[in-house]
């Protein structure tokens, strides 16, 4: 069956659309590749002369090096994840506003170094 466009934005009973992206943001795989995108936009980051923000990745990257101590970073996560399966939603939209600030730092850096 199609929806109209005033189907989907009457407010009504959550549409196909709307349960496809309930799942996609609540789930373990979209988790996984967050992690993954934040791991390669960090690496990227660093690559154009950002640093690292959060206390704890810095410090592991200092006593670990760059990749080492954001997969240590990447392995806690994971094991705070495994224990938030109801709120995972709120994980993977956080982890998406960081892989977006990530891209917008790449960005903004690439440009500077020009």
């Known amino acids: 069956m199609q929806s109209t466009v005033s189907e989907l934005s009457n407010g009504g009973e959550p549409r196909e659309w709307k349960v ?3 799942r996609v943001v609540r ?3 979209t ?3 967050l992690q993954v995108l934040d791991l390669l936009t960090t690496l990227a ?3 154009v002369g950002a640093f690292e923000v959060n206390p704890l990745v ?4 200092t006593q670990f090096g760059r990749l080492c101590g954001v997969l240590i970073s990447k392995l806690i996560a994971v094991i705070i994840a495994l224990g938030v399966k109801k709120r995972l939603w ?3 939209l956080f982890y998406a506003l960081i892989v977006l600030w ?3 730092v790449i960005v903004i ?5 020009g």
């Open 20 to 22: 496809m992206l309930r």
């Open 27 to 29: 789930s373990r795989w």
């Open 31 to 33: 988790f996984a590749a």
């Open 45 to 47: 980051a660093f690559h």
């Open 58 to 61: 810095a410090h592991l990257t």
């Open 90 to 92: 709120i994980v993977n």
């Open 102 to 104: 990530n891209i917008i």
């Open 109 to 113: 850096l690439s440009a500077k170094r």
